[in-house]
């Protein structure tokens, strides 16, 4: 199975300012990797597929990197709706996997 | 607009089941599978199994296999998750999703379905 590690668990960022979130795998899986944004009691949304392709309707201050084993979301301003958990997802093996979470809170 | 519309929350004892349904309105349900995932607290999300929508066909990941029954009923465009002999670590949310199509990544999800598991 393959591990997915976020780091940080916690990143406290003000307004406005650029936030940085990655996530490493624990064996390639390629560009195989989703990123997904959750508030609590909401459903989570998916931001980012293959790595680096923006999801319908997200805003373009959200962006992905990355290949092999490591990855990065990058959310160029952060917008007060931005604050939420994140998870990266990778589907290049079965089964597939989830990170922990970094959870992006107001500085 | 795409919706997946999850049922409310349950409180089940250990032993008994739960069923949680998920209607889907927006796309045309039979063109992509649904998949039932869930999280206990302070844990990952993990995958429990999905149903084709097209032919009903479904599959079980191996830690919940012979526990979980999921269907389809396309009528009413609603998926349901059906998950037996309760314990108390089964309490978790409870979600459903839309695979997104040929890859493995999850684009509409429900608001989660919270059951708890208590004597």
């Known amino acids: 199975e393959i591990v997915m590690t976020q780091s940080p668990d916690t990143l406290s960022v003000s307004p406005g300012e650029r936030a940085t979130l990655s996530c490493r795998t624990s064996?390639?899986?390629?560009?195989?990797v989703a990123w997904y944004q959750h508030k609590p009691g909401q459903a989570p949304r998916l931001l980012i597929y293959g790595a680096s392709t923006t999801a319908t309707g997200i805003p373009a201050r959200f962006s992905g990197s990355g290949s092999g084993t490591e990855f990065t979301l990058a959310i160029s301003s952060l917008q007060s709706e931005d604050f939420a958990v994140y998870y990266c997802q990778q589907y290049s093996s079965w089964p597939y996997t989830f990170g922990q979470g970094t959870r992006l809170e107001i500085k | 607009q795409v919706q997946l519309m999850q049922s409310g929350a349950e409180v089940k004892k250990p032993g008994a089941s739960v069923k949680v349904s998920c209607k889907a309105s927006?796309?045309?349900?039979?063109?992509?599978?649904m998949h039932w995932l869930r999280q206990a607290p302070g844990q990952r999300l993990e995958w429990m199994g999905w149903?084709?929508?097209?032919?009903?066909?479904?599959r079980y990941s191996r830690d919940f296999q012979g526990r979980v029954t999921i269907a389809s009923d396309t009528s009413a465009n609603t998926v349901s998750m059906e998950l037996r002999n309760l314990r108390s670590a089964d309490t978790s949310v409870y979600f459903c999703a839309r695979l997104a199509g040929n890859a493995w990544y999850l684009d509409y999800w429900g608001q989660g379905t919270l059951v708890t598991v208590s004597s």
């Open positions: 064996q390639s899986v390629s560009s195989k």
């Open positions: 927006g796309f045309t349900f039979n063109d992509h599978a």
């Open positions: 149903i084709n929508t097209g032919d009903g066909d479904t």
